[in-house]
T-cell receptor
Framework: EPEVTQTPSHQVTQMGQEVILRCVPI?????FYWYRQILGQKVEFLVS????????KSEIFDDQFSVERPDGSNFTLKIRSTKLEDSAMYFC??????????????FGPGTRLTVL | DQQVKQNSPSLSVQEGRISILNCDYT??????FLWYKKYPAEGPTFLIS?????DKNEDGRFTVFLNKSAKHLSLHIVPSQPGDSAVYFC?????????????FGTGTQLKVEL
């Protein structure tokens, strides 16, 4: 069964460093998302991406964040200068998205980002 | 942001009995609702969904009920099995006229005991 994959599973970085989290969405899906979950808190929406552009972003997704689909398979989240409060599990999700249905989002296993 | 609430942080049920997980929402623009199951250190796994034009959707042991007037949905698991022990999240989205981003509840830890 096709699934969303994410790499790395765990990333440790120093405050102020740039990190890139990688995702391979399900191959025939058209919509891509990033969410995060800070320990003990809710899963929160960060950004959605469709047709090679951001379709919606949350207040969390400030200028330090960017997303890219550099080729036909990868979807990346970049944090330019990490802060301690960026430490969280980051989940990638994708959705087939056809008219009239297929609205379910399927999630990857997550990347645990630890900022020291 | 408390648009989606799961007021029970935990639930304990005996194997073979029914598990009922509840979820309330406040935003009347939500028109699609989903339940996800999550194990520690894994991503949410999609279980079942329901559109706001329905009041019930069933898939095997899982049934989701939607009461739009009360802005309430519930997930029924019958019969409950030990492997069902996990955190269950409800999520809501606005599909029509919205970007389909998911707004999650805080989760309910289900423990199914032998």
């Amino acid at each position: 069964e096709p699934e969303v994959t994410q790499t790395p599973s765990h990333q440790v970085t120093q405050m102020g460093q740039e990190v890139i989290l990688r995702c391979v969405p399900i191959s025939n899906h058209l919509y891509f998302y990033w969410y995060r979950q800070i320990l003990g808190q809710k899963v929160e929406f960060l950004v959605s991406f469709y047709n090679n552009e951001i379709s919606e972003k949350s207040e969390i997704f400030d200028d330090q964040f960017s997303v890219e689909r550099p080729d036909g398979s990868n979807f990346t989240l970049k944090i330019r200068s990490t802060k301690l409060e960026d430490s969280a599990m980051y989940f990638c999700a994708s959705r087939r998205g056809l008219a009239g249905g297929l609205n379910e989002q399927f999630f990857g296993p997550g990347t645990r980002l630890t900022v020291l | 942001d408390q648009q989606v609430k799961q007021n029970s942080p935990s639930l304990s049920v005996q194997e073979g009995r029914i598990s009922i997980l509840n979820c309330d929402y406040t935003n009347s623009m939500f028109d699609y609702f989903l339940w996800y199951k999550k194990y520690p250190a894994e991503g949410p796994t999609f279980l079942i969904s329901i559109s706001s034009i329905k009041d019930k959707n069933e898939d095997g042991r899982f049934t989701v009920f939607l009461n739009k007037s009360a802005k309430h949905l519930s997930l029924h698991i019958v019969p409950s099995q030990p492997g069902d022990s996990a955190v269950y999240f409800c999520a809501a989205a606005r599909v029509t006229g919205g970007g389909n981003k998911l707004t999650f509840g805080t989760g309910t830890q289900l423990k199914v005991e032998l």
